[in-house]
């Protein structure tokens, strides 16, 4: 074939084309090394993530003569941690899937639509899509339940069930577990809503952010600098390890109507700012272009 470029779109591939050869990066926890996320991960665990990490990163400048991330924010931590050059780091940004904009996935009819019981009254559904990663600090709910008790807020999780009965041993009204889902079922299950919650510790680009855009959700989200680089001022953001303020964050916005339009206006200004499909590989292809010169 003889290609000018080779693209792998997320690295590190292990391997080490003859051509110039453009890697994508998406692992946070490469570039994050004083992460509380590492805390979180038994000492046996913490300990092989590390090595784990480090022969990621060797292999990473071996196989590769550039890069593309998805942030400002991760370049500029990948610089500091991996010390790589800056100008063989390129950024292109993510955004939501395309099923996003197929409103058929909105109508009860389609096989993947997922129908939430009908809410209670005055109930405020608080949705995260994600697995049992020990990034995303979904055992936090658990300090949060106590103080929910005679209000309406629930969490919307997809967990698995193992995962669920080891997070939640004890069994609550407060959390409606949907259990994996498709990501063709998202829309649904956004729609039917109040808020994203994201109580995250790590992440490089997180798409339940562009996702709640699109839906008109208000997004709740930790304050780290991975987070307000795709939000910016379209989320009310709180300390994921102080539950306090976490609590004072959800009563804040479901208390106040105006904020949560306000976030909704906001987040669908910063959509306009994010990527799309097209977009992005366009800007790849003119990074290909780029450096094959």
Request: proline share 4%; net charge positive.
């Amino acid at each position: 074939i003889k290609p000018d470029v080779v693209f792998t779109i997320f690295g590190p591939s292990y391997w080490r084309p003859k051509a110039k050869h453009l890697l994508g990066v998406a692992d946070g926890w490469m570039y994050n090394p004083e992460s509380v996320a590492y805390d979180r991960l038994p000492f046996l665990k913490r300990l092989k993530m590390r090595l784990h990490v480090r022969y990621k990163i060797y292999y990473l400048k071996r196989d590769a003569d550039y890069f593309v991330l998805e942030t400002k924010d991760a370049k500029k931590k990948l610089i500091q941690t991996v010390d790589l050059k800056e100008n063989n780091i390129f950024i292109v940004g993510n955004t939501y899937s395309s099923i996003f904009d197929n409103n058929s996935f909105l109508e009860e009819k389609n096989e993947f639509y997922i129908k939430l019981l009908k809410k209670e009254e005055n109930e405020f559904r608080l949705i995260y899509v994600a697995h049992n990663h020990a990034n995303k600090n979904i055992q936090i709910i658990n300090n949060l339940l106590p103080y929910f008790k005679e209000c309406g807020v629930k969490f919307i999780l997809t967990l698995d069930e193992a995962s669920f009965k080891n997070i939640f041993p004890k069994s609550t009204d407060k959390i409606i577990n949907l259990g994996p889902i498709s990501q063709k079922s998202c829309p649904s299950v956004y729609q039917q809503c109040d808020a994203l919650f994201a109580p995250t510790l790590l992440e490089t680009f997180s798409a339940a952010y562009p996702e709640a855009m699109k839906m008109e959700k208000p997004i709740l989200t930790s304050k780290y600098s991975f987070a307000k680089d795709v939000c910016k001022d379209a989320a009310l953001y709180f300390d994921p390890l102080d539950s306090e303020d976490i609590i004072k964050k959800i009563k804040q916005l479901i208390a106040d109507k105006s904020l949560q339009r306000g976030l909704v206006e906001k987040g669908r200004e910063r959509l306009k700012h994010l990527e799309t499909a097209r977009s992005r590989a366009k800007k790849y292809v003119e990074i290909c272009e780029k450096i094959s010169i």
